[in-house]
């Protein structure tokens, strides 16, 4: 099942039966545009817009499913025009497009239709699923036209309990309309978690239907390290919910009956003893301690082909492959095979089986939105892990999620609450976020500078914990020339100058027990610059990343970080003969609560020994701290911008 929190888009073809206002029926009608929405050439409540939702309308159909969209923007200055590009994102092999149509509309009222071509565009790929994505071109858009358009997108059978409004968008919407044609087989709960924009009614039934309108809703702002988008817009939630759970509207009540229900499902799923002992068997030693258990189990485990990872497929691919379904863990074992969730769960039944004390947990990830437990939302809990007691110490395991090393957690699944079901109910724990030295990156470096200004050598960067993780990741269905790409365009990120650059091993991209390891050919040309009879050398070699963040004097949203991490580097920049010392800048060094930075510079033998080390060891800051963040960040920049003094040997050891 999709979870896209995201505006679904589809294109009008039919009647819709709206509570407020309706779309034309006809295929070529469009709604009426007033004379002022013509002429207009500013918003005064969005003063510096580019361009402005005049009008927005998202209807609906869980029965379907399906969605329609349509929307009209007006182009206020040039940088407006862009919005003539249009990009309506699907799934590939879950989801379509239909019934596109658009149209240009000038001061005038002139009217120029888009009967161009509408291209298939690659976006993103991320679990599995192909991100891709219509795209055209409006005709002949200028300063003061409005552009309209319509379409339909079909959904996948399911996702209709997933279904959501957005009514935060990127640009400040003037007016705007909702409506949803719920399924009727079970109950359905509707929620706002951000709350409303102003001035706005909360949903409401009318004709079978729930609507919503809205006005004036304020341009979503985007900066960089923020939240989830999904957790700071305004958005509209539906939650589908089975008979026995529809009556309780206290949290502490749903939760236990859910954690119950829940509890018989998974323990129906385990309940493979003789089959779970036999193959523990066939993994472990009779005399192998408690950690050694788990660490033989979770790699095993951890061989099994994960479903849950691999590209989208059609439903044909499907269909040839014969992927059997899995009624229990006994089947994942014996098929070889198994989604994410499948495979955590036959970890669980074989440390179980290991005489391991070990439970269940349904974790919410926090990568698209916040858990709230008051929302009693079961859709949230949208992952799995096992919690293992051994010597009265607690440890998490997701083996399901691809490449996660032992003892960790993907990211998403750190610092939240997680639910351990059990007959009676349900128990809330809470998940710890990782150490921040299990996330590293260490880059190491022996260069030689020549007389040019010009830096080349050899580097070799080591990824590990979250670093290595989330690479691998999004490598993982990408071919060697692909990965060699991605990895040489990481290093460019890091150096703060034009580099050549060059990856010379193959990385284990496969083992999430090793490192993450690149080698590198590496050339800096111009890294030293000349000044006078001088020539200046930046002692800060890597860090070009942590130069660009937290410049602006203000900030809208609070401060979020996927997980804590190390950056070290250590850099030897060997000097020819030519060359000499005249002035090093002194070691800066700064711990600002859960900031460190510390950069340092030695002269040994004719080389320049640089060390760098920046520690990140939080997650959420709230926006009240900003100046203080941005004031660490500005010492970094200090610090990384700090340059060396060479100045020329002559040959008698003078300069």
Known sequence: MLALCRTSLQGLLIVLALCAGSIPAHAEDWLPISTEELQMSSAPK???????????????????PSEATYERIKILTEEGRKYANVEIPYY???????????????????????????FDKSVVERSGLK??????????????????????????????????????????????????????????????????????????????????????????????????ENELKYRVDFIYQSEDLRDNDKPEVFWRKYGKKQFHQIDKFLDQPRAMSEAVAQIVAPGDLPDAKLRKIYARVQRLRNLSFERARSQQEVD????????????????????????????????????????????????????????????????????????????????????TPFGMLPWAETGVPGLRPDPSGSAWVQIPLADVKDSRVERKGV???NSSGTLEGKVTVTYTGQEALWRRLEERNEDETDRKQFLENQIKADVPSGIVVELTNQPDWEDSSVALVAEYDLNVPG???????????????????????????????????????????????????????????QSRKKDFAVFGYERTGEEEN??????????????????????????????????????????????????
């Open 447 to 449: 260069l030689r500078l």
């Open 131 to 228: 991100l891709m994505a219509k795209t055209f071109t409006l005709p002949d858009v200028q300063v003061g036209s409005i552009i309209e358009y319509r379409y339909r997108l079909d959904l996948p059978p399911g996702v209709v309990f997933d279904s959501h409004w957005t009514l935060s968008q990127e640009l400040f919407t003037q007016h705007a309309k909702y409506s949803l044609n719920p399924y009727r087989g079970f109950a359905l709960r509707f929620s706002w978690p951000q709350g409303l924009p102003p001035n706005t009614a909360p949903p409401k039934e009318e004709s079978r239907k729930i609507c919503l309108e809205t006005r004036d809703v304020p341009a979503f702002v985007t900066e960089a390290y923020m939240p989830p």
């Open 527 to 585: 890294w030293a610059a000349g000044a006078g009879q001088r020539t200046l050398l930046p002692v800060a070699f890597f860090g070009a990343q942590d130069k660009r963040v937290f410049q602006h004097a203000v900030r809208t949203h609070p401060i979020y970080f996927k997980f804590p991490y190390q950056q070290t580097d250590d850099v030897i920049v060997e000097l020819t003969p030519n060359w000499k010392m005249a002035n090093l800048p």
């Open 606 to 655: 004719g080389s320049l020994h640089l060390k760098r080390q920046f520690t990140l060891n939080a997650m959420f800051v709230q926006t009240k701290y900003y100046d203080s963040v941005a004031s660490f960040f500005e010492f970094v920049r200090a610090g990384d911008e700090d340059q060396a003094i060479l100045v020329p040997v002559k040959s008698n050891g003078t300069h």
């Open 320 to 403: 040839r492959e014969k992927i059997k379904k899995a009624d229990d863990v006994k089947d994942v074992w014996s098929h070889g095979y198994g989604d994410g969730e499948q495979i955590t769960w036959l970890f669980l039944a074989l440390v179980r089986a290991a005489g391991i004390e070990a439970y269940p947990v349904l974790v919410p990830t926090r990568d698209m939105h916040f858990f709230k437990l008051a929302i009693m939302n079961p859709r949230d809990l949208n992952t799995n892990v096992v919690l293992a007691v051994v010597d009265g110490k607690e440890h998490y395991f997701d083996p399901g999620a691809r490449f």
């Open 46 to 64: 969005a003063p510096s817009a580019p361009a402005i939702y005049l009008y927005r309308q998202v209807d609906r159909d869980d029965t379907a």
């Open 92 to 118: 590939k092999y879950t989801e379509s497009v239909h019934g596109i149509q658009a149209r240009t509309i000038h001061q005038d009222g002139s009217i120029v239709k888009f009967d161009g071509t509408i």
